[in-house]
């Protein structure tokens, strides 16, 4: 079986530990093959107080992408007790990125998640996505990730 952390680390990535919500909600739900994961954050404060277009590079921002899609990611792996062949389909990612009123480069920033799952998920992580620029995030985290994702019968 190949599995999720298998096919990272041939990535040169490693499966981050899943967090602990911050509050009161799921990390994930899972109805019926439907899988919803919470939103999931980059490296908390790595950029608190500044920005993307105020201080914080597109460039940056767009790892941080990468960093939270990661941990959309291991929550997956969880939900899927790590076998990538129970992922039908990624179907869209939502991310929130801190941005100054005027920045529009929203796409190339969320690209840092959308690529990954696509190197990991090859066309079963193809998806739709949203890119929205927020004024802030949790903990000062720079980009936050939650995705939709259609899972085979287990």
């Known amino acids: 079986m190949t599995t999720i952390a298998k096919k990272l680390q041939e990535l040169g990535h490693a499966l981050p530990p899943v967090k602990t919500p911050a509050a009161n909600y799921l990390s994930y739900t899972l109805q019926g093959n439907l899988l919803i994961i919470a939103g999931q954050i980059g490296r908390p404060g790595a950029a608190k107080g500044v920005v993307v277009g105020a201080g914080l590079s597109p460039e940056l921002a767009k790892q941080e992408a990468e960093i939270a899609a990661l941990g959309v990611l291991a929550v997956i792996d969880v939900a899927t007790n790590g076998d990538i062949s129970r992922i039908a389909q990624v179907q869209r990612l939502g991310v929130f990125i801190a941005t100054t009123p005027d920045f529009d480069g929203h796409s190339a920033i969320a690209n840092g998640a959308s690529d990954l ?38």
């Open 117 to 154: 799952f696509v190197a990991v998920l090859g066309e079963r992580g193809r998806h739709a996505r949203t890119a929205i620029g927020v004024s802030s995030l949790p903990t000062g985290a720079a980009v936050e990730v939650d995705a939709i994702v259609t899972l085979v019968a287990a």
